[in-house]
T-cell receptor
Framework: DAGVIQSPRHEVTEMGQEVTLRCKPISGHNSLFWYRQTMMRGLELLIYFNNNVPIDDSGMPEDRFSAKMPNASFSTLKIQPSEPRDSAVYFC???????????FGDGTRLSIL | AQSVTQPDIHITVSEGASLELRCNYSYGATPYLFWYVQSPGQGLQLLLKYFSGDTLVQGIKGFEAEFKRSQSSFNLRKPSVHWSDAAEYFCAVLGQAGTALIFGKGTTLSVSS
Protein backbone atom coordinates (compact mmCIF):
# COMPACT_ATOMS: atom_id res chain seq x y z
CA ASP A 1 0.00 0.00 0.00
CA ALA A 2 1.25 3.47 -0.83
CA GLY A 3 1.76 5.59 2.23
CA VAL A 4 1.68 9.36 2.51
CA ILE A 5 3.87 10.77 -0.25
CA GLN A 6 5.68 14.05 0.15
CA SER A 7 7.76 15.97 -2.34
CA PRO A 8 10.39 17.14 -2.57
CA ARG A 9 12.39 15.19 0.02
CA HIS A 10 14.93 17.97 0.25
CA GLU A 11 14.75 21.64 -0.70
CA VAL A 12 17.50 24.21 -0.46
CA THR A 13 16.75 27.73 -1.53
CA GLU A 14 17.69 31.32 -0.83
CA MET A 15 15.72 33.51 1.48
CA GLY A 16 12.98 35.47 -0.19
CA GLN A 17 12.14 32.69 -2.59
CA GLU A 18 8.78 30.97 -2.70
CA VAL A 19 8.73 27.38 -1.48
CA THR A 20 5.99 24.88 -2.20
CA LEU A 21 5.77 21.56 -0.40
CA ARG A 22 3.47 18.85 -1.67
CA CYS A 23 1.61 15.98 -0.09
CA LYS A 24 -0.46 13.10 -1.36
CA PRO A 25 -2.41 11.46 1.47
CA ILE A 26 -3.33 7.82 1.69
CA SER A 27 -6.29 7.08 -0.54
CA GLY A 28 -9.54 7.10 1.42
CA HIS A 29 -8.21 9.17 4.29
CA ASN A 30 -10.31 12.24 4.97
CA SER A 31 -8.05 14.19 7.34
CA LEU A 32 -4.70 15.72 6.44
CA PHE A 33 -2.18 17.39 8.71
CA TRP A 34 0.92 19.52 8.20
CA TYR A 35 3.57 19.48 10.95
CA ARG A 36 6.91 21.22 11.34
CA GLN A 37 9.79 19.64 13.24
CA THR A 38 12.72 21.61 14.64
CA MET A 39 15.29 20.87 17.30
CA MET A 40 14.09 23.73 19.45
CA ARG A 41 10.34 23.27 19.25
CA GLY A 42 9.90 19.61 18.37
CA LEU A 43 6.86 18.61 16.34
CA GLU A 44 4.30 21.38 15.88
CA LEU A 45 0.96 21.15 14.13
CA LEU A 46 0.65 23.86 11.51
CA ILE A 47 -2.76 23.16 10.03
CA TYR A 48 -5.16 20.34 9.43
CA PHE A 49 -7.92 19.66 6.94
CA ASN A 50 -11.00 17.52 7.26
CA ASN A 51 -12.72 16.57 4.00
CA ASN A 52 -10.53 19.15 2.20
CA VAL A 53 -11.68 21.98 4.47
CA PRO A 54 -9.16 23.72 6.76
CA ILE A 55 -10.31 23.17 10.33
CA ASP A 56 -7.57 24.68 12.44
CA ASP A 57 -4.77 26.84 11.12
CA SER A 58 -3.83 28.39 14.45
CA GLY A 59 -0.43 26.76 14.22
CA MET A 60 0.53 28.54 11.02
CA PRO A 61 3.38 30.85 12.09
CA GLU A 62 2.43 33.91 10.07
CA ASP A 63 0.89 35.11 6.86
CA ARG A 64 3.89 33.99 4.86
CA PHE A 65 2.59 30.45 5.30
CA SER A 66 -0.45 29.17 3.42
CA ALA A 67 -1.89 25.72 2.81
CA LYS A 68 -4.42 24.41 0.35
CA MET A 69 -6.19 21.15 -0.30
CA PRO A 70 -7.89 21.43 -3.67
CA ASN A 71 -9.02 17.80 -3.65
CA ALA A 72 -8.90 14.70 -1.49
CA SER A 73 -5.63 13.48 -2.95
CA PHE A 74 -3.41 16.56 -2.87
CA SER A 75 -2.31 19.32 -0.54
CA THR A 76 0.33 22.04 -0.67
CA LEU A 77 2.09 24.11 1.95
CA LYS A 78 3.54 27.33 0.60
CA ILE A 79 5.97 29.76 2.17
CA GLN A 80 6.34 33.13 0.50
CA PRO A 81 8.71 34.79 1.07
CA SER A 82 10.88 32.21 2.81
CA GLU A 83 13.24 33.10 5.67
CA PRO A 84 16.17 31.20 7.24
CA ARG A 85 14.11 30.55 10.39
CA ASP A 86 11.71 28.49 8.30
CA SER A 87 14.40 25.84 7.94
CA ALA A 88 12.95 22.63 9.36
CA VAL A 89 11.55 19.27 8.41
CA TYR A 90 7.94 19.51 7.31
CA PHE A 91 5.75 16.44 7.66
CA CYS A 92 2.42 15.64 6.17
CA UNK A 93 0.14 13.05 7.77
CA UNK A 94 -3.25 11.63 6.94
CA UNK A 95 -5.91 9.80 8.88
CA UNK A 96 -9.02 7.86 8.10
CA UNK A 97 -12.38 8.16 9.83
CA UNK A 98 -13.10 6.77 13.25
CA UNK A 99 -10.53 5.61 15.73
CA UNK A 100 -7.60 5.64 13.36
CA UNK A 101 -4.02 6.76 13.89
CA UNK A 102 -2.24 9.30 11.74
CA UNK A 103 0.16 8.02 9.10
CA PHE A 104 3.15 10.19 8.30
CA GLY A 105 5.10 10.84 5.15
CA ASP A 106 8.89 10.85 5.12
CA GLY A 107 9.00 14.63 5.33
CA THR A 108 10.58 17.47 3.38
CA ARG A 109 13.85 18.78 4.76
CA LEU A 110 13.84 22.49 4.00
CA SER A 111 16.91 24.69 4.22
CA ILE A 112 16.62 28.42 3.63
CA LEU A 113 19.98 30.08 3.12
CA ALA B 1 -4.21 22.70 28.18
CA GLN B 2 -3.34 19.30 26.88
CA SER B 3 0.32 18.40 26.91
CA VAL B 4 2.70 15.48 26.73
CA THR B 5 5.94 15.26 28.68
CA GLN B 6 8.78 12.91 27.91
CA PRO B 7 11.18 13.49 30.81
CA ASP B 8 14.18 11.77 29.24
CA ILE B 9 15.80 13.55 26.32
CA HIS B 10 18.38 10.84 25.68
CA ILE B 11 18.72 7.27 26.93
CA THR B 12 21.46 4.75 26.27
CA VAL B 13 20.75 1.06 26.73
CA SER B 14 22.94 -1.96 26.17
CA GLU B 15 21.87 -4.35 23.46
CA GLY B 16 19.76 -7.11 24.98
CA ALA B 17 18.82 -5.05 28.02
CA SER B 18 15.29 -3.99 28.81
CA LEU B 19 13.95 -0.56 27.95
CA GLU B 20 11.37 1.77 29.41
CA LEU B 21 10.64 5.20 27.94
CA ARG B 22 8.52 7.47 30.05
CA CYS B 23 5.54 9.51 28.94
CA ASN B 24 3.19 11.63 31.02
CA TYR B 25 0.17 13.42 29.62
CA SER B 26 -2.17 16.14 30.73
CA TYR B 27 -5.68 15.69 29.42
CA GLY B 28 -9.13 16.27 30.85
CA ALA B 29 -10.95 13.29 29.45
CA THR B 30 -10.07 9.72 28.54
CA PRO B 31 -7.03 10.08 26.32
CA TYR B 32 -6.21 8.44 23.05
CA LEU B 33 -2.47 7.76 23.29
CA PHE B 34 0.18 6.85 20.76
CA TRP B 35 3.85 6.01 20.48
CA TYR B 36 5.69 6.75 17.25
CA VAL B 37 9.29 6.00 16.27
CA GLN B 38 11.41 8.10 13.93
CA SER B 39 14.60 6.79 12.37
CA PRO B 40 17.09 9.33 11.00
CA GLY B 41 15.83 10.96 7.82
CA GLN B 42 12.54 9.14 8.02
CA GLY B 43 8.98 9.97 8.94
CA LEU B 44 7.17 8.82 12.03
CA GLN B 45 6.06 5.21 12.22
CA LEU B 46 3.26 4.16 14.55
CA LEU B 47 4.42 1.66 17.17
CA LEU B 48 1.18 1.26 19.10
CA LYS B 49 -1.94 3.04 20.25
CA TYR B 50 -4.35 3.03 23.17
CA PHE B 51 -7.97 3.99 22.70
CA SER B 52 -9.81 1.95 25.31
CA GLY B 53 -9.99 -1.50 26.87
CA ASP B 54 -6.97 -3.42 28.06
CA THR B 55 -4.49 -0.96 29.52
CA LEU B 56 -1.51 -3.00 28.31
CA VAL B 57 -1.21 -2.65 24.57
CA GLN B 58 1.06 -4.54 22.25
CA GLY B 59 2.70 -2.94 19.24
CA ILE B 60 5.05 -3.72 16.45
CA LYS B 61 8.71 -4.68 16.83
CA GLY B 62 8.13 -6.23 20.25
CA PHE B 63 7.12 -3.00 21.99
CA GLU B 64 4.35 -2.64 24.53
CA ALA B 65 2.96 0.24 26.56
CA GLU B 66 0.83 0.45 29.67
CA PHE B 67 -1.79 3.12 30.28
CA LYS B 68 -1.98 4.13 33.95
CA ARG B 69 -4.72 6.65 34.53
CA SER B 70 -3.78 7.22 38.17
CA GLN B 71 -0.28 8.28 37.12
CA SER B 72 -1.28 9.97 33.82
CA SER B 73 1.37 7.84 32.20
CA PHE B 74 1.79 5.76 29.08
CA ASN B 75 5.29 4.29 29.30
CA LEU B 76 6.80 2.32 26.44
CA ARG B 77 8.66 -0.91 27.17
CA LYS B 78 10.64 -3.56 25.40
CA PRO B 79 12.15 -6.58 27.18
CA SER B 80 15.26 -6.88 25.00
CA VAL B 81 16.58 -4.02 22.89
CA HIS B 82 18.17 -4.58 19.50
CA TRP B 83 20.70 -2.24 17.88
CA SER B 84 18.11 -1.46 15.20
CA ASP B 85 15.88 0.10 17.86
CA ALA B 86 18.16 3.13 18.05
CA ALA B 87 15.93 6.02 16.99
CA GLU B 88 13.84 8.85 18.37
CA TYR B 89 10.60 7.97 20.10
CA PHE B 90 7.60 10.24 20.41
CA CYS B 91 4.62 9.93 22.69
CA ALA B 92 1.43 11.70 21.59
CA VAL B 93 -2.11 12.31 22.75
CA LEU B 94 -5.10 13.08 20.55
CA GLY B 95 -6.19 16.64 21.29
CA GLN B 96 -9.62 17.62 22.50
CA ALA B 97 -10.56 18.68 19.00
CA GLY B 98 -10.43 15.01 18.28
CA THR B 99 -8.16 15.01 15.31
CA ALA B 100 -4.81 16.72 15.91
CA LEU B 101 -2.01 15.00 17.80
CA ILE B 102 -0.05 16.70 20.55
CA PHE B 103 3.48 15.36 20.71
CA GLY B 104 6.08 15.19 23.41
CA LYS B 105 9.58 16.49 22.66
CA GLY B 106 10.84 12.99 22.02
CA THR B 107 13.41 10.66 23.57
CA THR B 108 16.48 9.64 21.63
CA LEU B 109 17.46 6.04 22.22
CA SER B 110 21.04 4.92 21.70
CA VAL B 111 21.94 1.23 21.87
CA SER B 112 25.42 0.23 22.93
CA SER B 113 27.04 -3.10 22.12
Amino acid sequence: DAGVIQSPRHEVTEMGQEVTLRCKPISGHNSLFWYRQTMMRGLELLIYFNNNVPIDDSGMPEDRFSAKMPNASFSTLKIQPSEPRDSAVYFCASRGQGEQPQHFGDGTRLSIL
Amino acid sequence: AQSVTQPDIHITVSEGASLELRCNYSYGATPYLFWYVQSPGQGLQLLLKYFSGDTLVQGIKGFEAEFKRSQSSFNLRKPSVHWSDAAEYFCAVLGQAGTALIFGKGTTLSVSS
